[in-house]
């Protein structure tokens, strides 16, 4: 039997790992999930293109090419100390990251998740 898997793009918050899988593996049937994670990524890729949105591409370009994920969700969180903004703006931002992961042509689905301060997850619609 073939594993699954999807990629995550997530702060690096301890607190929201375990959420964001538990949630991504439930929802979108995941065996795993394969982490890239950042400091406030959901401000990085909705911001100008620089060198952390290099890095932070070529490690998802990896777990793409290697696990063959069906879907790559990136991740926004209540209480993120690189990203202190209210929720209203990291969903604007997860929302714009979404856009800028689509233009990385990986042929996948790309989906937005919220964890709110109960760290429960919310799919962005």
């Not at 964001?20 to 439930?26: L, M, S, V």
């Not at 293109?49 to 793409?64: A, E, G, H, T």
């Not at 209203?88 to 998740?113: C, E, F, M, P, Y």
């Amino acid at each position: 039997m073939k594993n699954t898997f999807a990629t995550c793009i997530n702060c690096i918050d301890g607190r929201v790992q375990l959420p964001a899988i538990n949630f991504i593996k439930k929802s979108f049937k995941a065996d795993f999930v394969d982490m890239v994670t950042y400091p406030g990524v959901d401000k990085i890729l909705s911001g100008k293109n620089s060198k952390d949105i290099i890095s932070i591409k070529k490690k998802v370009k990896l777990s793409v090419k290697v696990h063959n994920p069906e879907v790559v969700i990136i991740v926004g969180h209540y209480d993120c100390l690189a990203n202190p903004v209210t929720k209203a703006v990291h969903i604007k931002q997860i929302k714009s990251s979404i856009k800028t992961i689509q233009k990385w042509n990986l042929d996948v689905n790309v989906k937005g998740l919220w964890i709110d301060s109960s760290w429960q997850a919310h799919r962005l619609k």
